[in-house]
Structure formats: C-alpha cells, structure tokens
C-alpha cells in the first residue's frame, strides 16, 4: 500500500504559550496506526519464525505476541505496543467522524468496547480461552467499520475510495468468518487454508480498510496538545465537530 500525499502530513503552529504546536493529518494518523500494527506483525513473525527458528507450521498472531518462549518478552512488547498506538489513534479519529449522524451515540459506545476488547486480547495472550475476547474484539471491529462507512457515504467526496473500503470490508467480514469457522471447528472444508494463514490475510485487509477509509475522511489535523484533539479544515461538509474560530486580534 503506497500513500501519496501532496502536503506534509506534520504541519506547526505558534501558540502563545507553549511555542511551536505541532499538528498531524488526521488521515495519515489513521493509517499510520494501522501500517504500525501490521510491521509489527511482520516483525513479530520474523523474530519468532527465523530467529527462534520455530517449526514450519504457520504460527497464529496470538503465538507471535504471546510472551512465553524465546524472545517472548520483546515479541510481547512489540505487539502490546503497536496495539495500543492504533487503538488511540483509531479512537481519536473514528470518535469525531462518529460524532455527528444517526445512531452516533451508539457507534461511539461500539469503539469504546471494539478499542478496549482489543486491547484485553492484547493482554491475555496467554489465557486459555483467548480465542473469545479476539473473536469479540473482531466482530465489535466489524460492526465499528460498518458504521463509520455508514456515515461516511453522505457526507465523503471520496466516493472512489469509499467503494474501495466496501468492498475490503465485505472481503474482511468472509475472512474472519472463515477464521471462526476453520478455528471453532464448525466446518472442515478441505478447499481452505488454514485459519492461521487466513488470520494474517484479515490483518492485511484490515489495513487496507483503514487506509482506503483515511482517504474518505472530511479534512482535519490532529492537534497536538493536553489532550490531543481534532479540528477540521474548512473544505466542503465534515462529519467532524466544527470548533469556532478564534478571533484574531492585531
């Protein structure tokens, strides 16, 4: 995935009382947390798989992030880590594209639980039925992008790329059914690969959701401050919170 950007995505601003303030796209914030998450993964694979030169069977994302065995403490970490980022990234930007719209007082409800499920399967790597907060955190997460795309197709003028989304997301949705099919023991459809293997092509799509998403969002900059917070820019209709402006005084 290639992101072409005609301006920088960190801009600054001087303020009165702490200098320089520094600003980010909220676009680029989004799938940065999402690119992070999956070299993470990445990385996790190829510490776990050629450093620690575990069988040829393709491990599962919670073996790469579980803390036990070799090199589990930095795997663990790396993992805990690139979760946590994209959480709050995804949060600070999904929460105001939710904000305004039908039924937004639900789908914020529905990220607080998809960001916190995610989270605790993060944690509980080790637990013996963590197959259920993962797959919980996973439905929460589909039920989170069919909103934001819900209430995105009113108001984007990104229609090119809102379709795009559509459709990964409708290839995510059979992928992770296919996950929970193949690892709950529902169905053994020999045509099918493994569910380890179809687990990293969900992360894959996963990305690519946001990414594509980040392109149909209204134009904001995530504003570096205590806290952090978004303000729109003044180009067309925006699902985001329009702050007033700040009169200036010479």
Known sequence: IFLVLSDPPISYSRTSNFGMQASFDAGCLLSLGALMRLAAAALNYEIYCILDGSPSTVPSITELSDHTGH??????????????????CCYLVLS????????????????????????????????????????????????????????????SSCKRALRVATVLFTLLCVDLLAVAILHNHWAAPRSLPSWTSLEYLGLALYTAVLVTISYALPPALVKFDCPPHLVPLECGNSLLPQHQKRKSHK
């Open 71 to 88: 090199y589990g403490t930095y795997r663990f970490s790396i993992s805990l880590a690139s979760v946590i980022f994209s959480d709050l």
């Open 96 to 155: 105001h594209a939710m904000s305004h719209g039908p039924f937004s007082f639900h789908f914020q409800w529905l990220l607080v639980a998809s960001c916190f499920l995610d989270l605790l399967q993060a944690l509980t790597t080790s637990f013996r039925y963590h197959y259920l907060p993962i797959q919980l955190a996973g439905l929460s997460m589909c039920l989170t992008l069919l909103g934001t795309l819900q209430l995105l197709w009113p108001i």
